[in-house]
Structure formats: structure tokens, C-alpha cells
């Protein structure tokens, strides 16, 4: 069955440094989501991506963020000057045209 | 936009008990209703959904109800088994577009204890 698959699975980066996580969505899936977990939270939304452009994004979504799709296959989110309080589980979902999200498996950002 | 809550927040249950976890939504336009297990350290798993065209759905030891008159949707888990310990959390979407962001409510630490 397909995944959706994430890398790194563990980034540890200094604050003020930029970090760029990615995530490889089930093919043929068209919209696309980043999500956050601080440790013992719930999940949030972040931002979602269809048609090669930004739908939805939340309030924690700021011009220190941004989203990508390089290219066919390749889903990122980068963080420019991260900040202590970036610290946090990011997912990647995809879903097809239908409903159902499929989450990946996780990055864990420390930030220092 | 879209505001869930879940409750209880922990559950502890015997192996073989039933346990069962609620979300309200406060969207009256939402029509998906999401459930997803998260074991430690792990994915959330997306385990059961609900439409807003049926008032309940089942799959084996699993099942979800709707009451879109209260606005409310809950979780069934018969026969639980010491696999089952995990949080689980409830999510409905925003009703805007076809963009279906998930609000999570804030999660159902279940334990079953062998």
C-alpha cells in the first residue's frame, strides 16, 4: 500500500538557521498539507497546497515559512530563521480527490 | 472556522471493555468526520470516517456515530485489546472549497489494561 513518506526523520538545527523538511506525497494525490504536533498537543494545520499553489494557510504560517513542489514528486516546507518555538513534530498528508488524508510518518524538529 | 472538542482527555478500560470517545464540531456545513489513532512516537493513522449521509459506520471491532442535529460524532472501540492503547484524536474540516484542512480536536489517551 502507498505511503507518503517524510525525511529527514529527526533535524537538529540552531536558532536562526533555515531547515528544510520534505516529504514525498502518494502519487496521484493532488492536495497536499503540512501539519504540527508540539509534544503532547494536537495536530494543527499549517497550510495546504493544490494546483501548484497555496489553498489555506494558518495564523502560524508566517513569512518565515514557505511550501514548494519542486517537482512532480517532492513536497517541502522550509523555515527560515527557526525559532525555539518551531520545535515540534511536522506531517506532511496528502490526499486524493476524495476525503480521506494520509499522513507520513514525521519529522522531528529540535530546535537549540 | 471549525472548533472540535473531544472528550474524555484519558480513558483507562479492561481488556474486553468497550470505550467510547465524543467530539462536538461547531460547523454545521461539515460533512467528513475523520478518526486517527497515533501510537507513540508514530503517524496519525486515519482508522474510521464518517459521512455526513449516514448515521453510523462500522468496521469489525470499530465504529462511528453522527448526530448532525447535536453536531456531534463519537468513537466505538468493542472488545478492546492492549493494541489499542493509543491517543486518539477526532478532526471535521473546514466547509469552505474543496481544501478539507483538518481541525483536530485534542486527543483521547487511551489505555486498556491486559
Known amino acids: 500500500e502507498p505511503e507518503v513518506t517524510q525525511t529527514p526523520s529527526h533535524q537538529v538545527t540552531q536558532m536562526g538557521q533555515e531547515v528544510i523538511l520534505r516529504c514525498v506525497p502518494i502519487?496521484?494525490?493532488?492536495?497536499f498539507y503540512w501539519y504540527r504536533q508540539i509534544l503532547g498537543q494536537k495536530v494543527e494545520f499549517l497550510v495546504s497546497?493544490?494546483?501548484?499553489?497555496?489553498?489555506?494557510k494558518s495564523e502560524i504560517f508566517d513569512d518565515q515559512f514557505s511550501v514548494e513542489r519542486p517537482d512532480g514528486s517532492n513536497f517541502t516546507l522550509k523555515i527560515r530563521s527557526t525559532k525555539l518555538e518551531d520545535s515540534a513534530m511536522y506531517f506532511c498528508?496528502?490526499?486524493?480527490?476524495?476525503?480521506?488524508?494520509?499522513f507520513g510518518p514525521g519529522t522531528r524538529l529540535t530546535v537549540t | 472556522g471549525e472548533n472540535v472538542e473531544q472528550h474524555p482527555s484519558t480513558l483507562s478500560v479492561q481488556e474486553g471493555d468497550s470505550a467510547v470517545i465524543k467530539c462536538t464540531y461547531s460547523?454545521?456545513?461539515?460533512?467528513?468526520f475523520p478518526w486517527y489513532k497515533q501510537e507513540l512516537g508514530k503517524r496519525p493513522q486515519l482508522i474510521i470516517d464518517?459521512?455526513?449521509?449516514?448515521g453510523e459506520k462500522k468496521d469489525q471491532r470499530i465504529a462511528v456515530t453522527l448526530n448532525k442535529t447535536a453536531k456531534h460524532f463519537s468513537l466505538h472501540i468493542t472488545e478492546t485489546q492492549p493494541e489499542d492503547s493509543a491517543v486518539y484524536f477526532c478532526?471535521?474540516?473546514?466547509?469552505?472549497?474543496?481544501?478539507?484542512?483538518?481541525?483536530f480536536g485534542k486527543g483521547t489517551l487511551l489505555t486498556v489494561n491486559p
Open positions: 460547523d454545521s456545513a461539515s460533512n467528513y
Open positions: 497546497f493544490y494546483n501548484n499553489e497555496i489553498s489555506e
Open positions: 478532526a471535521a474540516p473546514n466547509s469552505g472549497g474543496s481544501n478539507y484542512k483538518l481541525t
Open positions: 498528508a496528502s490526499r486524493p480527490e476524495i476525503y480521506e488524508q494520509y
Open positions: 464518517i459521512r455526513s449521509n449516514v
Open positions: 502519487s496521484n494525490h493532488l492536495y
